[in-house]
Nanobody
Framework: VQLQASGGGLVQAGGSLRVSCVAS????????MGWFRQAPGKEREFVAA?????????NYADSVKGRFTISRDYAKNTVYLQMNALKPEDTAVYYC????????????????????WGRGTQVTVSS
């Protein structure tokens, strides 16, 4: 399974950006796709996640609620993260992740929930 993230870039504070992540490979299941980010000198942190089925339940970190929206496209095996009202503190490498095994209790913010990770895409917000 491969996860390819794209769409990062440089944007001014207050602006918007959309990052995408495509999952590809042979015979894999999709239960959850999530976005995490890692800023320089900081640990990787949870941003948002979406259940692939189950009504597309979403979950967000408090720091992005009301500004970021996660969505999915079944036909394209793609997850999107629409980021609005961006702040300099949103600057980070954004990683997508895929849960392909059904692990019972849904813990979307836990990295151990996920089986595959993409390489990340850089998002830089200038002040």
């Amino acid at each position: 399974v491969q996860l390819q993230a794209s769409g990062g870039g440089l944007v001014q504070a207050g602006g918007s950006l959309r990052v995408s992540c495509v999952a590809s490979g042979r015979s894999f299941s999709m239960y959850t796709m999530g976005w995490f980010r890692q800023a320089p000198g900081k640990e990787r942190e949870f941003v948002a996640a979406i259940r692939w089925r189950s009504g597309g339940t979403t979950n967000y970190a408090d720091s992005v609620k009301g500004r970021f929206t996660i969505s999915r496209d079944y036909a394209k095996n793609t997850v999107y993260l629409q980021m609005n009202a961006l702040k300099p503190e949103d600057t980070a490498v954004y990683y997508c992740a895929l849960q392909s095994t059904n692990g019972g209790v849904w813990r979307p913010s836990q990295e151990t929930q996920y089986d595959y990770w993409g390489r990340g895409t850089q998002v830089t917000v200038s002040s």
